[in-house]
């Protein structure tokens, strides 16, 4: 299973990107759809991720900021992030997970500057 993500790039303290993952259809379907995030010497960590139903779920540092959405005609999940921080920078990877099952795409580069 293949998840396509872009989106990546060099952004100043304060500005926006939005990253998009398309996934199979059955995939995209069923599974709830994420994005993760690993910074250099950082644990990966969950930094959104919607349900097939469409229920969201963000960590703290990224609630009010950070919007993910899912588009079922083209089987793909945004993450649209605003007023970025410093911090935010790291590799982000979209996720497609449902029980035990997880795919990962290639991580795509967030880099911000202050």
């Known amino acids: 299973v293949q998840l396509q993500a872009s989106g990546g790039g060099l952004v100043q303290a304060g500005g926006s990107l939005r990253l998009s993952c398309e996934a199979p259809?059955?995939?995209?379907?069923?599974?709830?759809m994420g994005w993760y995030r690993q910074a250099p010497g950082k644990q990966r960590e969950l930094v959104a991720d919607?349900?097939?139903?469409?229920?969201?779920n963000y960590v703290d540092s990224v609630k009010g900021r950070f919007t993910i959405s899912r588009d079922k005609a083209k089987n793909s999940v945004y993450l649209q992030m605003n007023s970025l921080k410093p911090e935010d920078t790291a590799v982000y990877y979209c996720?497609?997970?449902?029980?035990?099952?997880?795919?990962w795409g290639k991580g795509t580069q967030v880099t911000v500057s202050s």
């Open positions: 996720n497609a997970g449902r029980g035990i099952h997880n795919y």
């Open positions: 259809g059955i995939i995209f379907s069923i599974y709830t």
């Open positions: 919607i349900s097939s139903s469409g229920s969201t």
